[in-house]
Each structure stands twice: as structure tokens, then as C-alpha cells.
């Protein structure tokens, strides 16, 4: 099974920009997705790109962030711009398919994730 491993997050001021890396420890042939939960709150679906780079957003996230991938990398990316304090989450990456009612993952389980905490 291949490993996920999140970095990038940390402490931003509103309106700043962060970026988040999801390296693999190995190729990563399916689509990938970025995926945050804030205290309290569910889980949800941030990004997701397919493995020919196709991509698709959350509303609330469009216009400000930007998924990509580096195939030969094995990594996965989310540019976060324009950052609100309600970004502010635990941000997670996995391996997903789309199914008939969207986007699901392929692995049961999570990585630690990385901390996006935006400030007022």
C-alpha cells in the first residue's frame, strides 16, 4: 500500500497564501484528492485531480486554490490563496475514484495530515 505523507501547513494571517505537498512512496497511477476537517466538523472534500490532470473543486474553494500533481514526483499539491479563517482545518490527502455519487476514497484509512491555521 502506498504512504501519503502531508506537509506544508502552518499559521497565515487572512489573505495569506500556504502550499501543500502529499508525496507518496510510490507512483500514484489514480486520481488524488485533498480533503480537510476542522474541529467539530466532518470531513470534506476540498480538491480532486484525475491522473491526466483533470480537476474539480469544492465551491467554497474555488477561485482561490489549486490542485496539481507531479507524476514523477509521485507528489500532489494544493496552492491555497486568498485564505479565510474558515480554511482553518486539518488537510489530508488520499487516493480517490468518482462514482456515481462523486468522489470516493479508495484507502480506509488517513495520515496525520497537516494544520492550516488562519488568523483574523
Known amino acids: 500500500q502506498v504512504q501519503l505523507v502531508e506537509s506544508g501547513g502552518g499559521l497565515v494571517q487572512a489573505g495569506g497564501s500556504l502550499r501543500l505537498s502529499c508525496a507518496a512512496s510510490g507512483s500514484i497511477l489514480n486520481a488524488m484528492a485533498w480533503y480537510r476537517q476542522a474541529p467539530g466538523k466532518q470531513r470534506e472534500l476540498v480538491a480532486a485531480?484525475?491522473?491526466?490532470?483533470?480537476?474539480s473543486y469544492a465551491e467554497f474553494v474555488k477561485g482561490r486554490f489549486t490542485i496539481s500533481r507531479d507524476n514523477a514526483k509521485n507528489t500532489v499539491y494544493l496552492q491555497m490563496s486568498n485564505l479565510e479563517p474558515e480554511d482553518t482545518a486539518v488537510y489530508y490527502c488520499n487516493v480517490v475514484t468518482r462514482g456515481p455519487t462523486g468522489w470516493r476514497t479508495l484507502r480506509p484509512y488517513w495520515g496525520q495530515g497537516t494544520q492550516v491555521t488562519v488568523s483574523s
Open positions: 485531480i484525475t491522473s491526466g490532470g483533470t480537476t
